[in-house]
């Protein structure tokens, strides 16, 4: 009987998670997703575009067309292509690669959406890749180490976006724990600064740039969360930026209203009196939200009442 459960509830997440998928695109407060689409998409189109073109002896075409669009650390190339730090955050090449960027990014991306909504999520990748090239290119550009290399030295990856989510997560809810193969239970904070540790001790190996990358995404990520809790949002801009092309892009709901009808106790069709009312949310103040932030910091997500849960969800959908 337990087994059939289980094997159900399996079967619908999986469902769930690739209708949300599909439909990602076609429904609002789904950043998640979205972001998850944009990253496999241009994965599969890359990987397509460089088996035809390398079939076709173009080879050298393609790698051309991907320096034009991966980070560089020269300042004077990324002169040329300003839109390369927007650009590098979505792409992979390799298999592996694109999989545990996105396994990451995909459950730490639930909790992070679960507390603060899921464009404060969308903010935290989009910050966490600019803020992870920004500290590529500074360290690549003053550490004696790196000097005989900053003209040639590319990166590519949703890396730094993820590790900012990562560190975002560990914050927001530090006492959360995740079961790992072979480990058992393990708090998200140690596997946050697991990565974090890793990343450095790898700052100066084959692929330093990306590790240093990941260390600009993590400190983003921890940036981010505290600010937040103090009424700072760094998002705003990315938001704004994001909202206007999807009112670009989409039309405007119409305002939803429903009529509601009265009668008297005989049901006199004459006496039927009709008002017309706008559905609108319950106002949610920023001192409210900030002291629910402040009581998850010291008591986690699960110290809230039902209602606080129920406001803070409400307030994560603006």
Known sequence: ????????????????????????????DNSLYKLLAINLIAFFVLLIARVFLTLSGYGE???????????????????????APFTYMFLHEGLFHILFNLLFLYYFGLLVHQYIGSRRLANLYLLGGLFGAGFYVLIYNIAPYFSQNVDNSLMLGASAGVFAVVVGAATLAPQTTFFLFLLGPVKIVYIAGFYILLSFANSIGENAGGEIAHLGGAM???????????????????????????????????????????????????????????????????????????????????GLTKEEKRKLFEYSKK
């Not at 009987?1 to 609002?28: C, H, P």
């Not at 119409?254 to 559905?279: C, F, I, N």
């Open 1 to 28: 009987m337990f087994g059939k459960k289980i094997e159900r509830v399996s079967t619908d997440m999986y469902s769930s998670f690739w209708d949300n998928l599909k439909n990602a695109f076609n429904r609002q």
């Open 61 to 83: 075409v393609y790698k051309e067309g991907m320096e034009w669009i991966m980070m560089p650390a020269s300042v004077s190339t990324l002169a040329t292509q300003p839109w």
């Open 220 to 302: 983003l990520g921890f940036g981010y969360i505290f600010l937040l809790r103090k009424g700072w949002d760094l998002g705003i801009p990315i938001q704004k930026i994001g909202m206007f092309f999807e009112n670009l892009f989409h039309r405007r709901a119409p305002k939803v209203s429903y009529r509601r009808s009265t009668t008297t106790a005989t049901g006199s069709r004459s006496a039927k009196t009709e008002q017309t009312h706008s559905v609108t949310k319950d106002a949610l103040s920023q001192e409210e939200v900030d002291k629910i932030l402040d009581k998850i910091a010291e008591k986690g997500y699960e």
